[in-house]
């Protein structure tokens, strides 16, 4: 089953996992094991069947009970959860991992959670914790339990204790007698209450450092107070300095990734993010962006002969296209006209994470830190956000499930041991995805191009990016050249390269500007600038979209405007005479009919020289 499960084979997972309870019904590891194959599976009914049985908690190993834990926890009985997870770091208190994953679980507990647990304590009962002061000043916390077993020496106490009996219903400041007698009487004073929940998670919180000195799992930072007038308490400093080095840090993978060195899946776990956050921050800034293909003709007729050479092709999708096309809003087309696409299960496992962390810890909003050039900020985001992101995302798997078929990984059974590094470097589902891709008349559809160049060097796969598809889409009338030129601008609004554009992009991109020199406009023209086309394609487009620009009936001093753009583009960086020279021919060739509009534009010309002193 294992080997089916790690290859996303989650049939015939299933079915050995029920083959084998079948001989083995006692096995609650196996149960546990196919409770989690029918998660993965969306078989949601079969997984809250079995987590309404009984089960033997004693018999299960430290790695099942987290399973399980995990399994109540996705399934929202996050109650049952916690009280696993309580009675798991009591028995194993010398286990790091049951600390911090108590710790973890608790705080990603919902708002409505703190109800069912009733954290609100006003009053000693039973699942509290009761800091009491002797005569002595000497404090110590008792946990108040209805539990066959308990630990006097850990501060467990039943209701067969006399102590629970006198602390029961006491609330703080109350003082409870405990002897009396002719020598006097011994007193304690209760301090504190609070849920033993609530005191397992200080606890562990406050001494964990103390139990396991060589853990790098938890690291407290005290706050402190501020050594000098205006300046930050010495714990936010030790922050912010942490902030800064991260922020460093991050520059230089960055810089790693501009300069080929990374795909998106490596550049997205050096970084500490999940794919779909880095996913956003890259195609929010234009100096990183999204490197989709290298942009040489070579590239795309290799792509499109990979394409073409086979009747039946079947496109084999990672996460990055998964959110581009969604993005843009072509899941039809593609469908039409390449049917149902191929994916990893553990592309899917990876956005369902992403999912449950987002619900689980971040459901009511958050702050990040961060630093933009030398000055820190902050940036909240709120419950509304975070709720939008996760109806995006689940509405992302339900078409995937519905859309897409479930590829089982089956080539990683025959991977060379040299290969399997790239497991871990590029991350399991982009890993997956690539070896899919390599079976027979598969093809790996990515808008990461150091991926699929990896994929074709290392294995031998064809891969195709989204404006290529587009361009196949255009060719073969599935959708309109307004359909392209709108999913190409948006491509350019989500900071692609290279993206290539002609005219009836910059066209409708004029439209969408209302014929006003500004974005979407200012964006694709851009992409005519030195180091993302060529002198001869960046002059042929800039002068086919001119002569359409002077037949518009708008303003001249649009027409002017837009003209004067286009010349800074093409000509900055670029070799001003002979470029020039290449203009003005293509200029007299295009507007040889229209003198008029050709001296116009001549004109500006001369206007944009001597405003450059040339």
Same mark, same amino acid.
């Given at each position: 089953?294992?080997?089916?499960?790690?290859?996303?084979?989650?049939?015939?997972?299933?079915?050995?996992?029920?083959?084998?309870?079948?001989?083995?019904?006692?096995?609650? /590891?196996?149960?546990?094991?196919?409770?989690?194959?029918?998660?993965?599976?969306?078989?949601?009914?079969?997984?809250?069947?079995?987590? #309404?049985?009984?089960?033997?908690?004693?018999?299960?190993?430290?790695?099942?009970?987290?399973?399980? &834990?995990?399994?109540?926890?996705?399934?929202?009985?996050?109650? *049952?959860?916690?009280?696993?997870?309580?009675?798991?770091? *009591?028995?194993?208190?010398?286990?790091?991992?049951?600390?911090?994953?108590?710790?973890?679980?608790?705080?990603?507990?919902?708002?409505?959670?703190?109800?069912?647990?009733?954290?609100?304590?006003?009053?000693?009962?039973?699942?509290?914790?009761?800091?009491?002061?002797?005569?002595?000043?000497?404090?110590?916390?008792?946990?108040?339990?209805?539990?066959?077993?308990?630990?006097? $020496?850990?501060?467990?106490?039943?209701?067969?204790?006399?102590?629970?009996?006198? @602390? !029961?219903?006491?609330?703080?400041?109350?003082? %409870?007698?405990?002897?009396?007698?002719?020598?006097?009487?011994?007193?304690?004073?209760?301090?504190?209450?609070? #849920?033993?929940?609530?005191?397992?998670?200080?606890?562990?919180?406050?001494?964990?450092?103390?139990?396991?000195?060589?853990?790098?799992?938890?690291?407290? &930072?005290?706050?402190?107070?501020?050594?000098?007038?205006?300046?930050?308490?010495?714990?936010?400093?030790?922050?912010?300095?942490?902030?800064?080095?991260?922020?460093?840090?991050?520059?230089?993978?960055?810089?790693?990734?501009?300069?080929?060195?990374?795909?998106?899946?490596?550049?997205? $776990?050096?970084?500490?993010?999940?794919?779909?956050?880095?996913?956003?921050?890259?195609?929010?800034?234009?100096?990183?962006?999204? *490197?989709?293909?290298?942009?040489?003709?070579?590239?795309?007729?290799?792509?499109?002969?990979?394409?073409?050479?086979?009747?039946?092709?079947?496109?084999?999708?990672?996460?990055?296209?998964?959110?581009?096309?969604?993005?843009?809003?072509?899941?039809?087309?593609?469908? !039409?006209?390449?049917?149902?696409?191929?994916?990893?299960?553990?592309?899917?496992?990876?956005? #369902?994470?992403?999912?449950?962390?987002?619900?689980?810890?971040?459901?009511?909003?958050?702050?990040?830190?961060?630093?933009? /050039?030398?000055?820190?900020?902050?940036?909240?985001?709120?419950?509304?956000?975070?709720?939008?992101?996760? /109806?995006?995302?689940?509405?992302?798997?339900?078409?995937?499930?519905?859309?897409?078929?479930?590829?089982?990984?089956?080539?990683?059974?025959?991977?060379?041991?040299?290969?399997?590094?790239?497991?871990?470097?590029?991350?399991?589902?982009?890993?997956?995805?690539?070896?899919?891709?390599?079976?027979?008349?598969?093809?790996?559809?990515?808008?990461?191009?150091?991926?699929?160049?990896?994929?074709?060097?290392?294995?031998?796969?064809?891969? %195709?990016?989204?404006? @290529?598809?587009?361009?196949?889409?255009?060719?073969?009338?599935?959708?309109?050249?307004?359909?392209?030129?709108?999913?190409?601008?948006?491509?350019?609004?989500?900071?692609?390269?290279?993206?290539?554009?002609?005219?009836?992009?910059?066209?409708?991109?004029?439209?969408?500007?209302?014929?006003?020199?500004?974005?979407?406009?200012?964006?694709? @023209?851009?992409?005519?600038?030195?180091?993302?086309?060529?002198?001869?394609?960046?002059?042929? %487009?800039?002068?086919?979209?001119?002569?359409?620009?002077?037949?518009?009936?708008?303003?001249?001093?649009?027409?002017?405007?837009?003209?004067?753009?286009?010349? /800074? %583009?093409?000509?900055?960086?670029?070799?001003?005479?002979?470029?020039?020279?290449?203009?003005?021919?293509?200029?007299?060739?295009?507007?040889?009919?229209?003198?008029?509009?050709?001296?116009?534009?001549?004109? &500006?010309?001369?206007?944009?020289?001597?405003?450059?002193?040339?």
């Amino acid at each position: 089953s294992a080997i089916y499960e790690e290859i996303g084979d989650l049939t015939k997972a299933k079915e050995l996992c029920e083959e084998y309870i079948e001989k083995y019904p006692k096995d609650l /590891d196996m149960k546990i094991r196919l409770a989690a194959v029918n998660q993965r599976s969306n078989n949601f009914n079969d997984v809250d069947t079995f987590l #309404s049985s009984e089960i033997d908690l004693n018999a299960l190993s430290f790695f099942s009970v987290l399973q399980l &834990v995990s399994l109540y926890e996705n399934r929202g009985m996050r109650k *049952r959860a916690l009280e696993i997870m309580y009675e798991t770091r *009591r028995k194993y208190f010398e286990k790091e991992e049951a600390h911090l994953y108590y710790i973890g679980l608790f705080f990603r507990r919902e708002k409505d959670d703190d109800a069912l647990f009733n954290f609100d304590v006003q009053a000693a009962k039973i699942d509290t914790a009761v800091l009491a002061e002797d005569d002595r000043k000497e404090v110590k916390w008792y946990l108040l339990e209805e539990r066959r077993d308990p630990n006097l $020496g850990q501060g467990e106490i039943n209701s067969k204790h006399s102590l629970f009996q006198l @602390l !029961k219903d006491r609330k703080v400041g109350d003082v %409870v007698t405990l002897k009396k007698g002719d020598l006097g009487e011994e007193n304690l004073k209760i301090v504190d209450i609070k #849920s033993k929940y609530v005191y397992a998670l200080h606890d562990s919180l406050n001494s964990f450092g103390k139990w396991f000195p060589r853990s790098m799992g938890l690291f407290g &930072v005290p706050i402190g107070t501020a050594e000098r007038e205006g300046e930050p308490p010495k714990g936010i400093k030790t922050i912010l300095n942490q902030v800064g080095k991260m922020h460093e840090h991050k520059l230089a993978i960055e810089q790693f990734y501009k300069e080929g060195k990374l795909t998106i899946g490596s550049f997205a $776990g050096l970084i500490g993010r999940d794919i779909v956050e880095t996913w956003a921050g890259m195609t929010s800034k234009p100096d990183l962006g999204i *490197r989709s293909s290298v942009g040489t003709p070579e590239e795309r007729n290799n792509a499109s002969s990979a394409l073409r050479k086979q009747k039946e092709v079947k496109l084999i999708i990672d996460a990055i296209s998964l959110l581009t096309i969604h993005n843009l809003k072509i899941v039809d087309s593609i469908l !039409k006209r390449y049917g149902r696409m191929g994916i990893a299960q553990t592309t899917i496992d990876m956005l #369902s994470e992403i999912i449950t962390t987002q619900k689980a810890l971040h459901s009511k909003g958050y702050m990040v830190i961060g630093k933009q /050039d030398d000055e820190f900020v902050r940036q909240e985001i709120s419950a509304e956000q975070v709720k939008k992101r996760i /109806d995006y995302l689940e509405n992302m798997i339900t078409w995937v499930r519905s859309n897409c078929d479930v590829m089982p990984c089956t080539a990683a059974l025959e991977i060379d041991e040299k290969l399997k590094p790239l497991d871990k470097m590029l991350g399991k589902p982009f890993f997956d995805t690539i070896l899919i891709s390599s079976d027979k008349d598969h093809i790996l559809y990515s808008d990461d191009e150091r991926l699929r160049s990896l994929a074709k060097n290392e294995f031998g796969c064809d891969g %195709v990016w989204t404006q @290529l598809l587009l361009t196949e889409l255009l060719e073969g009338n599935i959708i309109t050249k307004t359909d392209y030129a709108d999913s190409v601008i948006n491509l350019i609004g989500l900071n692609y390269y290279y993206v290539s554009i002609n005219k009836d992009v910059i066209l409708e991109a004029a439209n969408r500007s209302r014929w006003d020199y500004d974005r979407p406009l200012t964006d694709v @023209l851009l992409r005519l600038k030195e180091g993302y086309s060529d002198d001869n394609s960046a002059v042929a %487009v800039a002068v086919e979209f001119l002569y359409h620009l002077w037949m518009e009936p708008i303003l001249e001093t649009k027409k002017e405007k837009i003209t004067f753009g286009i010349l /800074d %583009v093409i000509l900055e960086n670029r070799g001003f005479g002979i470029v020039l020279s290449k203009l003005i021919q293509a200029i007299n060739r295009q507007f040889y009919l229209l003198p008029l509009e050709k001296e116009k534009i001549f004109s &500006v010309i001369r206007s944009w020289k001597k405003m450059h002193l040339i």
